[in-house]
């Protein structure tokens, strides 16, 4: 019974490249979370997935950054020509809906991480 | 607009002590949900709590207890006892219902390090 699969574990990259970042959610669950955590910081709210749909991506970068969650396949997190600053663990989280309403024990279960080193 | 405030970056103390979590939230719904998670040194984050804005019932479970105050908005963690396996960052999380699509985001805290010493 896999958990939240992220890879790669750590990705290396040189300025102006693209990173893409994957998530493959728990099995039975259509809503996917992506964050971002500097070093010594907290996690940062990026974006908000159902299957095929951005339900929110406040926290998305203007420029550069995108997310996908294809009907089939894993969740895509993609940074094009990754800047020295992009550098941070990415982590998506999954729950099976959108909601945490009272009938249910909802919560969000996290990936391991994806650590994106930009040289 | 939803927020969640960690006010201790790091805290440490001796094997043994007891320590408290702060966390204090803010939300404009009356229905909202409260998180703690454990983000241990291999990274991932484990959860440990989840509260209902509607059940201020304080929770214990074994050496973690969580009091949950709406009156000044917070939910705080005790540690009793601390042991060396604590030591991780731990984050406060909050949850309410986005009006527009229906769905729920998850505002995190910037965290609280815990170092437990031995």
């Known amino acids: 019974n896999a958990g939240v699969m992220q890879n790669p574990r750590h990705l290396v990259r040189r300025r102006g490249q693209e990173a893409r970042l994957r998530c493959s959610p728990m099995k039975g669950h259509s809503h996917v979370y992506w964050y971002r955590q500097l070093p010594e910081e907290g996690l940062k709210f990026m974006v908000y997935l159902q299957k095929e749909n951005i339900i929110d991506e406040s926290g998305m970068p203007k420029e550069r950054f995108s997310a996908e969650f294809p009907k089939e396949g894993p969740s895509i997190l993609r940074i094009q020509q990754v800047v020295r600053g992009d550098s941070a663990a990415y982590f998506c989280a999954s729950s099976s809906r959108g909601g945490v309403g009272p009938a249910s024990n909802e919560k969000l279960f996290f990936g391991s991480g994806t650590q994106l080193s930009v040289l | 607009a939803q927020k969640v405030t960690q006010a201790q970056t790091e805290i440490s103390v001796v094997e043994k002590e007891d320590v408290t979590l702060d966390c204090v939230y803010e939300?404009?719904?009356?229905?909202?949900?409260l998180f703690w998670y454990k983000q241990p040194p291999s990274g991932e984050l484990v959860f440990l709590i989840r509260?209902?804005?509607?059940?201020?019932q304080n929770e214990i479970s074994g050496r973690y207890s969580w009091n949950f105050q709406k009156s000044t908005s917070s939910f705080n963690f005790t540690i009793t006892a601390s042991q060396v396996v604590d030591s991780a960052v731990y984050f406060c999380?909050?949850?309410?219902?986005?009006?527009?699509?229906?769905?729920?985001?998850?505002?995190f805290g910037t965290g609280t390090r815990l170092k437990v010493l031995a």
């Open positions: 509260r209902n804005s509607f059940d201020e």
């Open positions: 939300t404009r719904d009356t229905t909202y949900y």
């Open positions: 999380a909050l949850s309410e219902a986005q009006t527009t699509s229906g769905t729920y985001k998850y505002i």
